[in-house]
């Protein structure tokens, strides 16, 4: 299951030492290291095999989020949560933007954190945090992955999907953002490739339907 990650890199990471008891490895403990040391392994198994063989299967994170900290600096997160990498100069094309939400103290491995904007009263950052990893989770779930660009949650009365630069996806507040993300999919799909416009799923505008509205030609 490794591709970021050599099968060495990944040994030496489980702290398994020659000489060491199978029948008494920790198996929670292993995986509890190389998830720890490893910060794209999503998860980990652990099996023994006697009388001198453990296998460590692993499933690696693919899809990764990109967001700033308090000073500007860039951040990979997974949609769970879990901080992988920081980044040097722009996140590469194909990345999804996190807008609205400011990363505090952000350490790998650790989970993410949201810093309080001094300016807003209203929301707290860790609720706008909340609101985007469902988001993100609802996203991956309706297989509307890798084509985002960018997830702006700064007003939640008002979300915004940017689909492949093609259609600003307006999803309104947080109410049945599972289901407005199920006809975002939908609607996507039933498209001409070459359309593009804006899609209102606020269910506010059009209650209950999908809106769309072409962009201008210049």
Not at 21 to 30: D, E, F, G, Q, T
Not at 167 to 194: F, P, W
Not at 206 to 211: E, F, K, R, S
Request: net charge negative; with cysteine; hydrophobic share 40%.
């Amino acid at each position: 299951g490794a591709d970021k990650y050599t099968a060495w890199e990944i040994m030496e990471a489980s702290g398994i030492k020659d000489g060491d008891n199978l029948l008494s490895l920790p198996n929670a403990r292993i995986s509890g290291r190389i998830t720890a040391a490893l910060p794209y392994i999503g998860s980990v198994r652990v099996s023994i095999q006697l009388p001198d063989t453990v296998n460590i299967e692993v499933t690696e994170l693919e899809v990764v989020y990109a967001l700033r900290d308090t000073v500007d600096r860039w951040w990979l997160m997974t949609s769970n949560g879990k901080i992988v990498e920081r980044i040097l100069g722009e996140p590469d094309k194909g990345i999804a933007l996190i807008q609205g939400v400011r990363l505090k103290d952000p350490q790998i491995s650790g989970n993410a954190v949201a810093a309080d904007n001094d300016e807003d009263t209203v929301t707290r950052g860790s609720d706008r945090l909340a609101v985007t990893l469902n988001i993100l989770q609802y996203l991956e779930n309706n297989s509307i992955i890798g084509n985002v660009d960018s997830v702006n949650v700064e007003d939640l009365s008002a979300i915004t999907v940017w689909y492949d630069n093609q259609y600003q996806v307006k999803l309104g507040d947080t109410s049945q953002l599972e289901y407005k993300i199920r006809c975002m999919y939908t609607a996507i799909h039933q498209l001409e490739n070459y359309r593009t416009g804006v899609l209102d799923i606020s269910f506010t505008t059009w209650p209950d339907q999908i809106g769309f509205t072409p962009f201008e030609e210049e």
